[in-house]
């Protein structure tokens, strides 16, 4: 299967997301029509779907993206809110995992997030101490 590319969309103008965020204020309930047929989503894709609608409810712009994307490594300091270099030294000491292409990084979209779950519980831990 080819792999799909992020999809980036931009906030929904402020009256279309105030409208969405008052129907998702009632209820998390979601109807999808495919094909002009009801589709009862399992609890993982509605869950997925509710988050999107919650977000572009607040005014966020959204990509949508596999969590196996291969990103470079610019892509990859820009998910994770950190600077390019450190992401480098985070490749290089291993500690997020990196392929190669040719000379180039490309590094998984769900090892980033992993590394980023790690830091913030290790950040929670150090709280508590």
């Not at 572009?56 to 820009?78: F, I, K, P, R, Y």
Request: proline share 3%; hydrophobic share 45%.
């Amino acid at each position: 299967m080819a792999q799909l590319k992020p999809r980036t969309t931009d906030a929904l103008p402020e009256a279309e997301a105030r409208r969405l965020a008052r129907a998702l204020g009632e209820s998390d309930d979601v109807t999808v029509f495919v094909n002009g047929t009801t589709v009862k989503l399992p609890a993982q894709a509605r869950d997925a779907v509710v988050d999107v609608l919650h977000r572009l409810a607040q005014g966020d712009a959204l990509m949508v993206s596999s969590a196996e994307a291969l990103l470079n490594t610019s892509q990859a300091a820009e998910v994770a809110g950190i600077s390019l270099t450190y992401m480098r030294k985070l490749t290089d000491a291993g500690t997020i995992p990196v392929e190669y292409r040719g000379t180039h990084r490309r590094i998984r979209l769900r090892d980033v997030l992993a590394w980023l779950e790690s830091r913030e519980q290790r950040e929670q831990k150090a709280a508590r101490a």
